[in-house]
């Protein structure tokens, strides 16, 4: 796809035209920073819930955001004309610029300042389309471990369902306190590196702990860059939709850079596919 007709990255960290009206009581704030992680029963109106439901399914349906590569399979390695076992869409709201302006995505700006800080800004979105019955689990891992090793970073996540967000269609779980704990080390899923998702190595965390998040339409989660998470496998009859939103503080350079050599092994299965 040209420049001429790939559209531009929207411009995240602009203030929104509107106000938030809705916040976080002093508790949640507290509850976020001590357990890493804060669920909330509702991000925006059930009005706003069925219009973002509306965007994001003409999006998922258009698939004209597949041309311009972002979107990938993140559990398998098929690509995405294949049928993918995990459908996302990175930037959605390149494509659908109206999300930028929603009532949503005001709050989570606002919510993101309560939770980090003032100079709190929001870096990106995704969606991630669960297809019914048996799509695979969003295995247990830590978002930093994705990132620049070379960075550091004060970051979170906010992940919305547009449905009921069950154990059965894959809400998000969580193991509190796991945000203060390093990058642990991961592998590519099933130790493939052609496969893009990664998980957490087996034995290396104590996810005993772990907690559920069932939600509402329009409910939320919020969870630090260094959260353990995962949701479970899909097994109901319906996608199970959920918009993701990023925020974080200024990025900065970390004074000694961490290895993280499960990009290199994906870094260099990559270099391997396209010299073939
Ligand atoms: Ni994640």
Known sequence: MNA??????????????LAPDRRLTAEQVIFFKT???????????????????????????????RAASDT???????????SAKLPQILTPSKYAPELLLTQMVANIKGMARQLLGDEAYMTGDHAINKPPHESPA?????????????????ALSVWIPLQPATKQNGCMYFVPGSHELEVVAHQPIGNDPRIPGLEIAPGVAD???????????????????????????????????????SASLPEKVRPVPRIFPWQEAQRQARAGKSVQ
């Open 207 to 245: 996810l005993s702990a772990a907690v559920a998040c069932e939600l509402p339409p329009g409910g939320a989660t919020f969870h630090y860059s260094r959260t353990f998470h995962y949701t479970p496998p899909n097994i109901s009859d319906d996608y199970r939709r959920a918009y993701i939103a």
């Open 35 to 65: 357990n890493g992680y804060l669920a909330i029963d509702a991000i925006m109106s059930p009005a706003e819930v069925a219009r973002v439901r509306g965007i994001y399914d003409q999006l998922f349906a258009e698939r004209s955001w």
């Open 72 to 82: 990938y399979d993140l559990a398998g390695t098929g690509g995405v004309e294949k």
């Open 4 to 17: 001429a007709t790939s559209p531009k990255l929207p411009d995240y960290a602009a203030p929104s035209l």
């Open 138 to 154: 969003t295995p247990w891992h830590q978002d930093e471990a994705y990132w620049n090793p070379a960075r550091e970073y004060h």
